[in-house]
């Protein structure tokens, strides 16, 4: 198995895969990771630390070529491999890609999978650990960049293989779920749908939420849009300039962070518009959607637009479509008319998965 991971700067990939390569050893599995950047400055031992993208490109794409054929060679002999490296580089040469083409297909990776984090996160890690001028906006940008720069190898490599975005994961590392993704593929692929922001400020609601997506991982393979920080960054930007703030504070890798509230608005459209996209990236890398309706205090059914579209999206893919409706109140022709099945309680649903097999042993 051969894995080719990318992920913009930031991320820190590299602390993440070597978690994954320990679970997998702990499983049975022989991994082997080759870290791209660490192993480019070990070829050019002149080069300083962080500095490798400030040399020409010329020297840069002939080192980077002699650390892929290094690693074609240790492919062969290595019963897993994992390529930590990236798409594409946002720098002061510009953009330009990370890869070559002739190398990526004598490598014949068998996955490709991009990590993405939120842009809190990046901000912060980058902040602490690399001298890289940024602005919010140049995150978000560069990662929708290495999303489509990690697509477009794949289908210029083989689009039959795999190709997964998954997030590093906020509450929780997600490393259990890509080695499933690598070494446990018979597990269905799920993405988990729940109302977010409206019911941010409804504790019993957001509780029976958090223990139907806990509930799920169990189960399977689950690809969580609440993985990602940001969705609510637009919401606390307006909130906060309507009390005649410059700031906004939030919490990321366990402390809290203030943003400038100029840099937040600027970006409010791109979060929006990669949730829309990147949503549906996960409905369609997925075999089926499973969607989580609570019930609001009043009796009503906590169903949103993004929900009702994130179901109509997965039903118009050809995925299986199942919701958990916990009101009284008898969903609409717009849900019931998606729906591969309709449960009243998350039981219900489990013990359903159980018995016709979609859990795997």
């Given at each position: 198995?051969?894995?080719?991971?990318?992920?913009?700067?930031?991320?820190?990939?590299?602390?993440?895969?070597?978690?994954?390569?320990?679970?997998?050893?702990?499983?049975?599995?022989?991994?082997?990771?080759?870290?791209?950047?660490?192993?480019?400055?070990?070829?050019?031992?002149?080069?300083?630390?962080?500095?490798?993208?400030?040399?020409?490109?010329?020297r840069l794409s002939s080192l980077r070529r002699s650390v892929f054929k290094d690693i074609i060679v240790k492919a062969e002999?290595?019963?897993?491999?994992?390529?930590?490296?990236?798409?594409?580089?946002?720098?002061?040469?510009?953009?330009?890609?990370?890869?070559?083409?002739?190398?990526?297909?004598?490598?014949?990776?068998?996955?490709?999978?991009?990590?993405?984090?939120?842009?809190?996160?990046?901000?912060?890690?980058?902040?602490?650990?690399?001298?890289?001028?940024?602005?919010?906006?140049?995150?978000?940008?560069?990662?929708?960049?290495?999303?489509?720069?990690?697509?477009?190898?794949?289908?210029?490599?083989?689009?039959?293989?795999?190709?997964?975005?998954?997030?590093?994961?906020?509450?929780?590392?997600?490393?259990?779920?890509?080695?499933?993704?690598?070494?446990?593929?018979?597990?269905?692929?799920?993405?988990?749908?729940?109302?977010?922001?409206?019911?941010?400020?409804?504790?019993?609601?957001?509780?029976?939420?958090?223990?139907?997506?806990?509930?799920?991982?169990?189960?399977?393979?689950?690809?969580?849009?609440?993985?990602?920080?940001?969705?609510?960054?637009?919401?606390?930007?307006?909130?906060?300039?309507?009390?005649?703030?410059?700031?906004?504070?939030?919490?990321?890798?366990?402390?809290?962070?203030?943003?400038?509230?100029?840099?937040?608005?600027?970006?409010?459209?791109?979060?929006?518009?990669?949730?829309?996209?990147?949503?549906?990236?996960?409905?369609?890398?997925?075999?089926?959607?499973?969607?989580?309706?609570?019930?609001?205090?009043?009796?009503?059914?906590?169903?949103?637009?993004?929900?009702?579209?994130?179901?109509?999206?997965?039903?118009?893919?050809?995925?299986?479509?199942?919701?958990?409706?916990?009101?009284?109140?008898?969903?609409?022709?717009?849900?019931?008319?998606?729906?591969?099945?309709?449960?009243?309680?998350?039981?219900?649903?489990?013990?359903?998965?159980?018995?016709?097999?979609?859990?795997?042993?």
């Open positions: 198995m051969i894995i080719v991971v990318t992920g913009m700067v930031g991320i820190n990939k590299k602390s993440y895969l070597e978690k994954v390569c320990q679970l997998a050893e702990q499983r049975g599995k022989e991994v082997l990771l080759c870290n791209v950047g660490e192993m480019m400055y070990v070829e050019a031992p002149d080069i300083t630390s962080g500095k490798i993208l400030d040399i020409p490109l010329k002999k290595a019963p897993n491999l994992i390529v930590n490296t990236h798409a594409t580089f946002r720098w002061r040469h510009g953009l330009f890609p990370a890869v070559d083409f002739d190398q990526m297909r004598q490598l014949g990776a068998d996955m490709y999978i991009c990590l993405i984090d939120g842009v809190i996160a990046l901000h912060a890690r980058l902040a602490d650990e690399h001298a890289i001028g940024h602005c919010l906006k140049d995150l978000i940008v560069w990662r929708e960049e290495e999303i489509i720069g990690t697509e477009m190898l794949y289908k210029g490599i083989d689009d039959k293989i795999p190709f997964y975005c998954l997030a590093r994961g906020t509450e929780y590392e997600t490393t259990d779920l890509f080695y499933k993704l690598a070494f446990e593929r018979q597990t269905k692929r799920a993405y988990i749908s729940f109302p977010m922001t409206g019911v941010s400020d409804i504790e019993k609601v957001k509780k029976e939420i958090n223990e139907f997506r806990h509930s799920m991982r169990q189960l399977f393979i689950c690809f969580d849009p609440g993985e990602l920080e940001e969705s609510d960054l637009p919401h606390k930007a307006q909130k906060a300039k309507q009390q005649g703030l410059d700031y906004i504070e939030v919490t990321a890798l366990g402390r809290k962070i203030r943003l400038e509230l100029n840099e937040v608005l600027q970006i409010e459209r791109d979060i929006n518009s990669q949730i829309y996209a990147r949503d549906f990236l996960l409905i369609e890398q997925s075999d089926m959607i499973i969607s989580f309706i609570p019930t609001l205090p009043d009796g009503r059914a906590a169903i949103s637009s993004g929900v009702e579209r994130e179901l109509q999206h997965a039903h118009e893919a050809a995925k299986q479509v199942f919701i958990i409706w916990t009101s009284k109140h008898n969903p609409s022709v717009f849900i019931t008319q998606t729906a591969t099945r309709i449960f009243n309680n998350l039981s219900n649903a489990v013990d359903f998965f159980k018995e016709k097999g979609y859990i795997t042993a």
